[in-house]
């Protein structure tokens, strides 16, 4: 009789879900799964409130995304509002989002992502986290740590002292940029991006090291889906969204208010989390993988040197097609970080960055809007319509881990197949799962637009279907 292995929680990702592996007979993996398994419906949550509370409301989703929420939900509080953010109001929601990308990025490279690179996926469970890292590599831990303070830095100069920033309203932002904030954000640009510059260079290290590994876990050909701006350049902010094929063809590319004439949602019973698709291609065959991995190949170039220069290594990795190795998130993850401070730099020498015209006014609600951005986890859409008086009638989100989750259960199914083996299971095999779900760094508690945190868990069952081994980790 077979056996199935449950993983609960996986651990060092955001949120809570399980995994579950079913053995065959001759403990080989059948089949896996990977349900993300609790709900509190958000969307349901809001309706009837105000359309110019969501900015604040919805940052609350999510402990380890609110400024993505709040800046996505801004966005679509704009065209609620029919109204145009001037310039400055535009520059700085870019310049706070991208310090929440350095501060999200270098935080799941280094010590997230950072345990089973610098440590081994086999190494003790004990020592295989941020504390082992710390041990192993003391100076670049501390890098990582002013990366991250610095991210949290820019986001706190500018949205104040809160915890859940108080920043974009309909229209705009609520206050400008002090000249000495500016200085605060410039002065230690330098050494962040030497800090990110060590960080990549661990990781192509490790690459190099690690290649038969990088090129047996979890490969496999998707659509990608990113952000573009006119030249077909990288963006974060604001654009097109662009959809490629395996080949790297363009599918389609679209303005995203457009999004539901090309975005469908298919549903699993054995998962709450819908999974997006590209509605001309139909489930399965129009999945594709969103996050850094799915913009940098959607993209063609970056619009800064350092990041862009990156870019063209990149794109050579699986000989100039698509780069489809699951493990080369975390390279693409560093990229993207460069650039976020590479454009945190532009951001702030442009002129009119301390202008004080930041908010265009508004009147009156053209009852619905779409709000898109590119979290760091993917892209995020906050659709709202409302009544003559701007309350809300219906909301509709999509996050990144819901695009990406028809990827994670394939890239568990994979690695659980090329890893696990029933007959002599170690926790190294189940932790080789875990890292399939941790490389496209998931926020669960977005995704099931619940609020706080949820554990995730790893459970292994026979064919008899009796469980044989279960991982919790607190
Ligand atoms: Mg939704
Ligand atoms: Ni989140």
Redesign the pocket.
């Known amino acids: 009789m077979g056996k199935k292995i449950t993983i609960e929680p996986v651990t060092r990702i955001?949120g809570h879900a399980k995994v579950t592996i079913h053995l065959d007979d001759a403990g080989k993996v059948d089949r896996a799964f990977f349900h993300v398994n609790e709900f509190r419906g958000f969307e349901k949550f809001s309706e009837g409130r105000p359309f110019f509370e969501m900015p604040q409301i919805t940052q609350r989703?999510?402990g380890?995304?609110p400024v993505?929420h709040h800046l996505a939900s801004s966005k679509a509080c704009d065209a609620v509002a029919g109204v145009t953010p001037p310039r400055t109001a535009r520059l700085l929601r870019e310049l706070m989002h991208m310090g929440q990308v350095v501060q999200s990025h270098c935080m799941h490279f280094f010590e997230l992502a950072g345990p089973d690179l610098l440590l081994g996926f086999d190494a003790d469970p004990a020592i295989r986290n941020v504390v082992g890292v710390i041990q192993l590599d003391a100076n670049l831990a501390l890098k990582a740590v002013a990366l991250r303070r610095y991210g949290q830095e820019v986001i706190r100069l500018l949205g104040t002292k809160r915890v859940h920033p108080v920043f974009g309203i309909p229209g705009g932002v609520n206050a400008p940029l002090l000249p000495e904030s500016r200085e605060a954000m410039l002065k230690p640009l330098d050494e962040m991006i030497a800090n990110v510059q060590a960080g990549i260079a661990v990781a192509k290290g490790w690459y190099e090291k690690n290649r038969a590994l990088v090129e047996s876990f979890a490969v496999f050909p998707s659509g990608y889906m990113g952000t573009v701006g006119p030249n077909g350049e990288l963006e974060l902010y604001d654009g097109q969204v662009r959809i490629v094929d395996r080949d790297g063809r363009r599918l389609v590319q679209f303005d995203p208010k457009d999004y539901l004439d090309h975005i469908a949602e298919h549903v699993e019973d054995w998962s709450y989390l819908k999974f997006p698709y590209y509605r001309k291609l139909g489930w399965p065959d129009g999945t594709y993988r969103v996050g850094p991995l799915g913009r940098l190949n959607a993209c063609d170039s970056i619009s800064t040197p350092l990041a862009q220069a990156e870019l063209k290594a990149f794109k050579q990795l699986n000989g100039g097609r698509p780069v489809e190795q699951t493990l080369y998130f975390h390279y693409a993850r560093l990229i993207e970080a460069l650039y976020a401070l590479e454009r945190i730099r532009q951001i702030l020498e442009d002129p009119e960055i301390c202008s004080t015209d930041i908010l265009t006014p508004w009147s009156t609600v053209t009852g619905e809007g779409v709000g898109c951005i590119e979290a760091p986890r993917g892209t995020l859409f906050h659709h709202y319509w409302t009544d003559e008086n701007g309350q809300l009638t219906k909301v509709n989100l999509i996050v990144a881990t819901g695009h990406n989750n028809w990827a994670m259960s394939r890239s568990v199914e994979m690695v659980a197949k090329a890893f696990v083996d029933g007959s002599k299971l170690t926790e190294g095999m189940l932790n080789r799962v875990e890292a399939a779900i941790r490389a496209h760094d998931p926020?669960l508690?977005?995704a099931t637009h619940a609020v706080g945190q949820m554990p995730l868990e790893v459970i292994v069952y026979g064919s008899d279907g009796r469980e044989v081994r279960r991982i919790e980790r607190a």
């Open positions: 955001e989703i999510c380890i995304c993505s926020c508690s977005c």
